[in-house]
């Protein structure tokens, strides 16, 4: 069965359904799984983690992989880079976010919205919001990592944001040959522009990431686009 919304929106509608009626947050989560067709939020949930599109785009990728998630605000690409990450933790391998965007509390938030308890893989994820973020930075702190980890950056637009920091290209490639040489997965999360038109296409594509700087864009191996629960995803030829 579809869900209606994403997991993270229905559980925002359950928030602002026990708040207006006054009645505990588990009731109004049984009560928003009940129009979804389910008994009970466990039972929805649980079908949920089942399905996620992270699901079935985690197997592949492989060790080495550059991978681009881009979307329009407000329509999940950090959620989904959180859930390959998960993806990853249930495997056993380890998972590093940094993030130029959010606080350490805010990246836990949002794990917590997508049905995972932080502490469930408290030896094996790393958040990093340092404002020192940089390709050079996230090579030095992952630099002793095992092959396999995942690395989400959080985004790829804001990492040249410092004037002393390279060009964009330059960090990716440099980003490109250290997960190669290490054995990693890192995952880049990207904005997409503003003309945009969903009525055009269903899902933005790479000429549709926003690029305030230059970037050679046939640097990534995967890439992932989503609009509207919409999400599609190729691997470059």
Known sequence: MKLSAPIYHLKRQAKRLSREEGIPLHAALDRIAATEGFSAWSMLAAKAAAA????????????????????????????????????????GSRAAFFSLEYTEKDVLDRL????????????????????AISADYIVKQMAAVPRGTVVVIDYLQLLDQR?????????????????RDKGLIVVFISQVDRSYDPSVKPCPDLSDVRLPNPLDLTLFDKMCFMNNSEVQFRAAS
């Open 163 to 179: 004037r002393e920091n390279p060009d964009l290209t330059v960090q990716v490639r440099a980003l490109k040959s250290f997960a």
């Open 52 to 91: 996620t599109p992270a699901n079935r785009l985690f197997p592949q990728f492989k060790p080495g992989d550059l991978v681009l998630v881009g979307a329009r605000p407000g329509q999940g690409k950090t959620l989904m880079s959180l859930e390959l990450a998960v993806e990853a933790m249930k495997s």
């Open 112 to 131: 917590r919205a997508i049905g995972v308890e932080p502490v469930e893989f408290d030896k094996l994820f790393e958040v990093d919001c340092s404002d």
